[in-house]
Every structure is written in structure tokens, then in C-alpha cells.
């Protein structure tokens, strides 16, 4: 199966952090993606995770479990510029699958 | 990472007509794939183009409505073929770098059919 699950929406406050879950079925599992798209732009590369634990990036942050299919993707010290669609996507069997994203608002 | 040129990035067609939407990669890449991207909605995947071979198509899509050429490693088309208003979307074209890198995205073509 192919089911990613993210929550569609989410509003946080500038400053603030925000944690984006994810859920994902492990068959022919590869490796978890997190992708930002601006409206009417491409997605672009985020993070990457294949091992489980923990990868800090700056303001973002991704973990993964693989025994349990999840994954979460945290941004700190939110910016306006933060508002966005954060893609996860799941890299199976050569190919990669999205969620249907989630569309982050951040309020001064 | 490779960086891919898509092109158009975006055209308005009559019903019933085609579009093909060309991707060309920097540098050499194994695979390459072609995603639709409906309005306000995630990335769904097309199919992935093989080079030398017919594409894989995911369910739902077929080889009539949207046949796909690779012609070598840095190359591949998607047309859209016998237009209708619901093929409206965004289409997005990938490469796969492997790795950390993961997929690189063209720019995406904003298709409406009116």
C-alpha cells in the first residue's frame, strides 16, 4: 500500500514551533521526504531520513521511526515566510509518494 | 543535484487538443518521473519513464491519454492527449539523484483547458 497520512492544515503563531506529523505504510520502504511548496511553485528538498532518529537542519528539524511508520517534521522560530505546503513523501520501491500535505499558516 | 528545465511553464489549450511537455535534465539520470499536481491538492504520481522501454504507469493513468517518450538519460516528455477542462493541473516532471538529494523537481507547466 501507498497510504501517507498528514494533517491538512495547521496555524501556529510567528516565533512559535510547530511539529508536522506524518504516518506512512512501511512496505518497500526507502526513505522519508519532507518537500516545501510555495503557491505556484515547486517543491523544494527539505530533509531526508532513512535511519531512525532524529536529523537537524537549521530551523527544521525530521525524525523517523521506521518500526512504526511515522515521521515529524518541526520548525522552529517560525517565520512568515514559513507559510507554506510541507510535503511529506515516501520514497518506495524507487519511487516517490506524497501525502496530500499540509498547509502551514503563520500569524503575526 | 541535477537541475531540470521544464518547459512550457504554463498554456491555456482547447478541449479536445494535445500538449506535450518537455524535461530536460543537466546530467545524466536513471530515472525520471511525471507527476499532476490538481488544484489545491498534493503531488499524485503519473508514471515513472524508463529509458529504452515503455513508461510504468501508476492505476488510473494510461499510455493513450498520457504517453510518455525517454529517448536517452537526459530527456523525457509527457503529452496530454484529447484535452479536457478536468486535465486543468499542474504537471511536474523528476529526477531521481539518489540519496540524500533525493528527487529534484522542473518548475512545473500550468495547464488549463478551457
Known amino acids: 500500500g501507498q497510504n501517507i497520512d498528514q494533517p491538512t492544515e495547521m496555524t501556529a503563531t510567528e516565533g512559535a514551533i510547530v511539529q508536522i506529523n506524518c504516518t506512512y505504510q512501511?512496505?518497500?520502504?526507502?526513505?522519508l521526504f519532507w518537500y516545501q511548496q510555495h503557491a505556484g511553485e515547486a517543491p523544494t528538498f527539505l530533509s531526508y531520513n532513512v535511519l531512525d532518529g532524529l536529523e537537524e537542519k537549521g530551523r527544521f528539524s525530521s525524525f523517523l521511526s521506521r518500526s512504526k511508520g511515522y515521521s515529524y517534521l518541526l520548525l522552529k522560530e517560525l517565520q512568515m515566510k514559513d507559510s507554506a505546503s510541507y510535503l511529506c513523501a515516501s520514497d518506495q520501491g524507487g519511487k516517490l509518494i506524497f501525502g496530500q500535505g499540509t498547509e502551514l499558516s503563520v500569524k503575526p | 543535484s541535477a537541475v531540470i528545465s521544464q518547459k512550457p511553464s504554463r498554456d491555456i489549450c482547447q478541449r479536445g487538443t494535445s500538449l506535450t511537455i518537455q524535461c530536460q535534465v543537466d546530467?545524466?539520470?536513471?530515472?525520471m518521473f511525471w507527476y499532476r499536481q490538481q488544484p489545491g491538492q498534493s503531488l499524485t504520481l503519473i508514471a515513472t519513464?524508463?529509458?529504452?522501454?515503455?513508461?510504468?504507469?501508476e492505476s488510473g493513468f494510461v499510455i493513450d491519454k498520457f504517453p510518455i517518450s525517454r529517448p536517452n538519460l537526459t530527456f523525457s516528455t509527457l503529452t496530454v492527449s484529447n484535452m479536457s477542462p478536468e486535465d486543468s493541473s499542474i504537471y511536474l516532471c523528476s529526477d531521481r539523484t539518489g540519496g540524500a538529494y533525493g528527487y529534484t523537481f522542473g518548475s512545473g507547466t500550468r495547464l488549463t483547458v478551457v
Open positions: 546530467s545524466q539520470v536513471t530515472m
Open positions: 519513464a524508463n529509458q529504452g522501454s515503455e513508461a510504468t504507469y
Open positions: 512501511t512496505s518497500g520502504f526507502n526513505g
